[in-house]
T-cell receptor
Framework: GEDVEQSLFLSVREGDSSVINCTYTDSSSTYLYWYKQEPGAGLQLLTYIFSNMDMKQDQRLTVLLNKKDKHLSLRIADTQTGDSAIYFCAELKDFGNEKLTFGTGTRLTIIP | GAGVSQSPSNKVTEKGKDVELRCDPISGHTALYWYRQRLGQGLEFLIYFQGNSAPDKSGLPSDRFSAERTGESVSTLTIQRTQQEDSAVYLC????????????FGPGTRLTVL
């Protein structure tokens, strides 16, 4: 498809793991990113993965990449109230033309 | 250090008026991007500047939209004869265009066209 797709909403209990999924468009995309947008704040890069990797771990964050299915996921372990935000996946399709294609964003809500 | 700044933070205008939005990138960042974020939607690419190369304007939605950048510094996005569908948050980002090329985003300008 032409669009980067994400589920719009996810609710998770505090302390559980959150898994946010994304289907991107171009199997030749070089970098895939997860950005976080908190209320009233700009987007911040949370993590990224290069296309020759299938997994990347960074503290509570685990990124999984399935190039065959063009599927990217972000797992947040031990989800905390501070993780409440909108999470956007993005792909860099064309190394040399650095514009990003973003998904619609997943709003993560933490249930106390 | 200073991040990406944008002004104004909010702009309310009447349909048919022109608006100018400003972006100050991080010093030394050669690449600058403009995106649009409509309510409840993802970011939509508008335009990309890289150094002195010709900008990539492929995302501009109509000829009412234009942008300029002076060297590797300030950029302005101009929307002429604004329409209600132009209402959105306009985000600017800059990057070094190296490595994994993290884009650093400004806080955005919220444009409301009445």
């Amino acid at each position: 498809g032409e669009d980067v797709e994400q589920s719009l909403f996810l609710s998770v209990r505090e302390g559980d793991s959150s898994v946010i999924n994304c289907t991107y468009t171009d199997s030749s995309s070089t970098y895939l990113y997860w950005y976080k947008q908190e209320p009233g704040a700009g987007l911040q890069l949370l993590t990224y993965i290069f296309s020759n990797m299938d997994m990347k771990q960074d503290q509570r964050l685990t990124v999984l990449l399935n190039k065959k299915d063009k599927h990217l996921s972000l797992r947040i372990a031990d989800t905390q109230t501070g993780d409440s935000a909108i999470y956007f996946c993005a792909e860099l399709k064309d190394f040399g033309n650095e514009k990003l294609t973003f998904g619609t964003g997943t709003r993560l809500t933490i249930i106390p | 250090g200073a991040g990406v700044s944008q002004s104004p933070s909010n702009k309310v205008t009447e349909k048919g008026k022109d608006v100018e939005l400003r972006c100050d990138p991080i010093s030394g960042h050669t690449a600058l991007y403009w995106y649009r974020q409509r309510l409840g939607q993802g970011l939509e690419f508008l335009i990309y500047f890289q150094g002195n190369s010709a900008p990539d304007k492929s995302g501009l939605p109509s000829d009412r939209f234009s942008a300029e950048r002076t060297g590797e510094s300030v950029s302005t996005l101009t929307i002429q004869r604004t329409q209600q569908e132009d209402s959105a948050v306009y985000l600017c980002a800059s990057s070094t265009n190296q490595g994994y090329n993290e884009q650093f985003f400004g806080p955005g300008t919220r444009l409301t066209v009445l």
